[in-house]
């Protein structure tokens, strides 16, 4: 998949699956696939949209509803229009998979589960965190050594359990407020996520006040002793090993 560069990027709403792009849209927090050009890429018919169509009669008929996991949802046709078109999330759009045969659906099945969830980290993220703990997660990191230390610097595997709570509590909250405001766009879903972080962040100083002591500190949960005093403790003293006795060989006599 293309790398996301900037809220303000077009490429930023297209996905790539086998040098095919497919569209799509972050709404209700997840995002959501235009099914057209999923059929498309699994296809390769020379009308994606007629093939749909059929396929959603079909499935109709078969009492799957796809509307039930379908929506429209606006993306960008290509006279550069926003167009509303059907969508499906994850979820959605394994259930339209199975009712494809085609020799991509298995490795475009592996492709979904990784792109699928992919939360926006570069959005997202920094917005809950910074409402949540009052900093960023990059700052976070720096305060807990994750920027000296070699550690695969994931933030949250380092957490203490405080921290991770308040980090749950502010992306649970994110979740719920997205869906309730049936948040569309990148946009719409900071402001979700400033308005979750934020929730966390009050119950972080609620408790603060309550203890008189900061939820962010510098314990670091995964953090092993590195200095060679406490090295030195932790390993068990070897029992020395008796010395062998040389037996000098008698003197030849002449």
Not at 27 to 49: I, K, M, Y
Not at 109 to 133: D, H, S
Request: charged share 25%; hydrophobic share 35%; net charge positive.
């Amino acid at each position: 998949m293309k790398k996301i560069t900037t809220p303000n990027d077009p490429t930023h709403h297209i996905a790539v699956f086998q040098e095919t792009t497919i569209r799509r849209v972050w709404h209700n927090a997840e995002w959501w696939f235009s099914v057209v050009d999923v059929c498309a890429t699994l296809t390769a018919s020379p009308d994606a949209g007629a093939y749909w169509r059929k396929l959603k009669q079909r499935l109709n008929a078969e009492g799957g509803q796809p509307v039930t996991f379908c929506h429209g949802l606006k993306l960008t046709a290509s006279d550069g229009k926003q167009r509303e078109t059907d969508c499906a999330n994850t979820e959605g759009l394994f259930r339209i998979i199975q009712a494809i045969p085609s020799p991509k659906a298995e490795p475009f099945k592996r492709w979904l589960a990784q792109v699928g969830y992919e939360r926006v980290k570069e959005i997202e993220n920094p917005e809950i965190a910074r409402a949540t703990f009052g900093v960023t997660p990059g700052e976070h990191s720096q305060l807990k050594g994750l920027d000296v230390v070699n550690t695969g610097n994931n933030l949250r595997d380092h957490m203490t359990d405080l921290e991770l709570i308040f980090t749950m509590l502010g992306e649970a909250s994110t979740t719920e407020i997205a869906r309730r405001s049936d948040a569309q766009g990148f946009d719409e879903n900071r402001t979700s996520a400033k308005e979750g972080g934020k929730i966390a962040g009050n119950a972080r100083k609620a408790l603060e006040a309550k203890t008189g002591k900061k939820v962010v500190s510098k314990t670091n949960y995964l953090a092993a002793p590195s200095t060679p005093d406490l090295l030195a403790d932790m390993t068990p003293a070897q029992p020395a090993k008796p010395k062998t006795r040389i037996r000098k060989k008698p003197a030849k006599r002449e």
